[in-house]
């Protein structure tokens, strides 16, 4: 019961500091739009980042259902896992391109044909729905000790050596001679997720979200909180950096994604499910144990043998 | 379903690949190269390495037309 007061709670309060917002917004203010709404998203930002904890602290404490059984499937990601990464698509995608929009407005020095407010006022919905995410997201996580993606405590030899098989053989072969990993020894099985989503993307994400995310606090504090020009400047352009850096793993994330022998994986971000005889052929190190597995004449070829190409 | 996300991604492609477009020719000019190596590098690197990696993404779009539906 107390994790939905809580969560009423942090609603409520955003509410009233949304609306207080508003009053003093609507009284006689020398400001235009864009820094109204720059004054908006700053005065909002400790109530959306309030409202994910709470919400993430009632995600964490809800009770658990049982877990749910599909015969000749296997649950990839739960429900929540689904809805967060969909918000955060668009917060990223909104995101990017308003903050593309606004950079190269800048850059090319013309005149943008959608009014500029309103592509700032995007771009900052578009933060407030990453920020509440973030905080929703590394809270239920921490709550429930759940490491998300991460490398287990001590994992990080055996991780980079799956991740040496899975890399395109010029490039793993050059990771395993960098790091000493014998490439001769059998690859760890593949596990819920891939060595390459691991050790490679799921970092990237976090440092790439978190630079975007600090900065992007920092800069919409700068009207309440003055900060020395060289900060600012300096913040602005890692904020940039980190813009581009999104960009690039989005393109990547895509690419990986749409590949047709991860297309099933697409699939379980929508519906949470992946086929058992998916998990045993491309996954083997996943223990679907009470699903069916395929047996061996008829399980498909792995999709990226030792050695051999990537998929 | 597969069309339609190869669609989708495809019209991503393109706005990266235009923007990566617009952020290297624009930091080859005069005004960029005033503004120091930082602020010029950014839309420079940036640029190249947009366009980059729309190359692998349209090859899987490509495979993902063309490819088999294999069940799932």
Known sequence: MRHIAIAAIAIALLLIGLIVSLVEANANQPWGQTLLDNFMLARSLPFTLGLGVALGYARANWPRRAVERRTGAARRFDASTIWLHWIGTVAVLLGLATGAWQYLKGLLDVSSPIAMPLVYRVHYIAASLLMFVIALTITEWWLRGSGGLGIPKGGWIRSLRGLAHELPRPLGGTLAYMLGLDLRRAPPPTEKFTWYERSISYPTWVIAIGLIALTGILKAMRYIYPIPGDVLYWVSAIHVGAMVLLAIKVLDHLRYVLAPSRWPLMGAMISGWVSARYAAARHPGWHVTDEPTPDAASAATPVRPVGGRPA | ?72
């Open chain 2, 1 to 72: 379903m597969k069309f339609l996300v190869a669609l989708l991604a495809l019209i991503f492609l393109a706005g990266n690949a235009l923007v990566g477009y617009l952020f290297f020719k624009e930091a080859l000019t005069d005004k960029m190269v005033h503004k120091g190596f930082i602020l010029q590098s950014l839309p420079l690197l940036g640029g190249v390495v947009l366009i980059l990696f729309c190359l692998p993404v349209l090859w899987q779009v490509l495979r993902l037309i063309t490819a088999r539906s294999e069940p799932a």
